[in-house]
């Protein structure tokens, strides 16, 4: 897959979250706001991770935001989810490392943006 | 818009508990789980989950990795105060050798994310049938206990028990090792009991006591017609246990050539007849046992590994008696006395301390059934309503005096005895021990069984 079709495929299964939902719109917003809330936190604390350098608490953040990526149906962020983490472990140096997190978080952001969007005209369907 | 209607709209007396750290995580899971009929708590950490815990909460849904409090320590804390509400661990790949070893620890289930919705409602299906069925137990246990203690006492001790009924809710084989004369049958029995088979029946068969070409008609059955003597159709043990538990007694001795035929029904759980083609099928339970260490018998292509990884799926070491502790024999020895008090209609037998000590410091070489006898002869012998030591004889050497001690034995008890009475003594403790099968005695001696005929008439006149 090049990186055009990887960044393609970065986005969030709205089905998957329709069907957890039994399609209430109310159960929705619920799953979206807390799938924005704890995407939030872990980017946030990665954010941290890497101005303090601690690799350990990093690698945890990155962690806990590939299983929420892969609960949600974002199996391709998930997957690059795993190479940070990878990259994290293999390197000693926080450059490489630093670029591919900022890389994952703007691809996220964006699918998560997508994802709003994609719901507010689902619902006014 | 229209709303997708429940797929499962069930309604339960008990909540899941959901504890992640995540919350998208939990309100995936309790969305799930509420289109399916089952309320939630949430719980974000371990310190929250132990105080979120009531007994509203029918199953709790763990994650491994979380601040404050992990999902390993919040099992334990878990197991402690609710030790009935079964706990499912979720856990990522990479996490997954961890969760294999909390069930180990009690966990009931673990699953890995992201969670399947299927997979998870199946699981938490599952637990509730065990929890209603340790809910049943706790009710019928002292019922069975008083009605048959002969039948409970081998499964009396409490790790036993406890391994037991965990066992009993599963449908994975089960291969139980022990020495010979553990209780191996009771607990095969017990496990049956306990199991949502117990309505089906629980069907025998000794792996060794059958001649290999008899064997293959006796498990699977055969045609009228299929050889000389096959006048009518005959079912196998394996039809016989449909819906039920199969118990395969020293499976060891299985000659080599049926393993491939028992391999095939564990397989698929179906086989054919002697002299049909026609394909049947049978929902058995299987649960095997042995005295051999079969992965030795593998090692020395007596047994074939596929065959052993797909009995042992649960294994069960039943310990011999010389092995538990004074609390555990204690244990055995009251289940064993309340048989004999029963038997004998003589409730107010007791055991003094100094018999009990006499009793525990014997190697007990054929275990539970040699102290049944023992204790049987000191109950009908004893002189007053309390069993002391002097009441108490051994009718073996311990198990590690082996042929020089036997030669010591022999040298004394010939200075008094003669050749016709150790006779007569063999053939005793043959018969005791075979339960006065004299087919099963006189193979144990090596004689026809027209010889022990013979001998206990002659003994008799």
């Not at chain 2, 311990?398 to 053939?427: G, I, N, T, W």
Request: charge should be negative.
């Amino acid at each position: 897959m090049s990186a055009d079709e990887r960044g393609a495929a970065c986005h969030f299964d709205l089905m998957k979250l329709r069907i957890a939902s039994g399609d209430c719109p109310e159960r929705m917003k619920v799953l979206i706001d807390s799938l924005e809330m704890s995407v939030s936190d872990s980017l946030e604390r990665s954010l941290q991770a890497i101005e303090t350098q601690n690799r350990e608490a990093l690698i945890s953040a990155i962690h806990r935001l590939k299983g929420t990526l892969a609960m949600a149906g974002a199996d391709e962020l998930s997957a690059q989810s795993e190479e940070c983490i990878a990259t994290a472990k293999a390197s000693t140096d926080w450059y490489p490392t630093k670029d591919r997190v900022d890389r994952l978080r703007e691809l996220v952001l964006d699918a998560m943006e997508n994802l709003q969007l994609e719901a507010n005209r689902n619902e006014a369907r | 818009m229209k709303h997708l209607a429940p797929n499962h709209p069930k309604t339960r007396n008990g909540k899941a508990l959901i504890v992640d750290d995540d919350i998208f995580v939990v309100e995936m899971i309790r969305s799930e789980l509420q289109r399916h009929g089952i309320e939630t708590v949430a719980a974000f950490n371990g310190i929250e989950a132990i105080n979120s815990l009531n007994e509203e909460i029918s199953v709790v849904i763990l994650d491994l990795l979380m601040p404050r409090m992990g999902g390993r320590e919040c099992l334990g804390h878990l197991q402690k105060v609710f030790p009935e509400i079964p706990v499912i661990v979720l856990s990522s790949k990479d996490t997954a050798t961890d969760a294999t070893n909390l069930l180990k620890c009690g966990a009931f289930h673990y699953l890995t994310k992201p969670v399947s919705t299927s997979e998870l409602f199946a699981v938490i299906q599952e637990a509730e049938h065990f929890r209603n069925l340790k809910d049943k137990q706790g009710k019928k246990g002292p019922r069975i206990r008083q009605s048959n203690a002969k039948q409970s006492f081998a499964a009396m001790d409490a790790t036993l028990e406890e391994r037991i009924n965990k066992i009993a809710v599963s449908e994975a084989s089960v291969l139980l090792n022990g020495e010979s004369g553990t209780g191996k049958t009771t607990v095969a029995r017990r496990i049956h009991d306990l199991s949502p088979r117990s309505d089906g029946p629980f069907i025998s068969i000794n792996c060794a006591s059958l001649p290999k070409d008899l064997f293959e008609s006796e498990l699977f059955g055969y045609e009228k017609g299929a050889f000389t003597g096959a006048d009518q159709n005959r079912e196998g043990k394996v039809a016989a246990a449909d819906q039920g538990t199969l118990f395969l007694d020293e499976i060891g001795d299985l000659p080599l050539e049926m393993q491939p035929k028992l391999l095939t029904f564990l397989q698929d759980k179906s086989f054919h007849q002697i002299g049909s083609n026609k394909l049947h099928h049978s929902d058995t339970r299987i649960i095997a046992a042995t005295h051999q260490n079969l992965e030795d018998c593998c090692r020395q292509n007596q047994f074939r590994y596929d065959l052993y990884f797909r009995i042992n799926v649960l294994g069960l070491e039943v310990k011999p008696l010389r092995e538990k502790s004074i609390e555990e024999f204690q244990v055995v020895l009251d289940g064993c006395l309340d048989y004999l008090k029963e038997k004998y209609l003589d409730p107010s037998v007791i055991v003094s301390s100094k018999a009990v000590r006499k009793l525990f410091d014997h190697d007990w070489p054929g275990n539970i059934r040699e102290l049944e006898n023992c204790l049987e002869r000191a109950f009908v012998f004893r002189n007053s309503e309390r069993i002391d030591a002097e009441d108490i004889g051994f009718k073996t050497r311990p198990v590690h005096d082996d042929s020089v001690h036997l030669e010591e034995a022999l040298e004394r008890y010939f200075e008094k005895h003669s050749l016709r009475d150790l006779e007569e003594l063999s053939l005793d403790v043959a018969l005791r021990s075979k339960n006065q099968n004299r087919s099963e005695a006189a193979k144990m001696l090596g004689v026809s069984e027209r010889t022990v005929f013979n001998k206990l008439k002659a003994k008799r006149n």
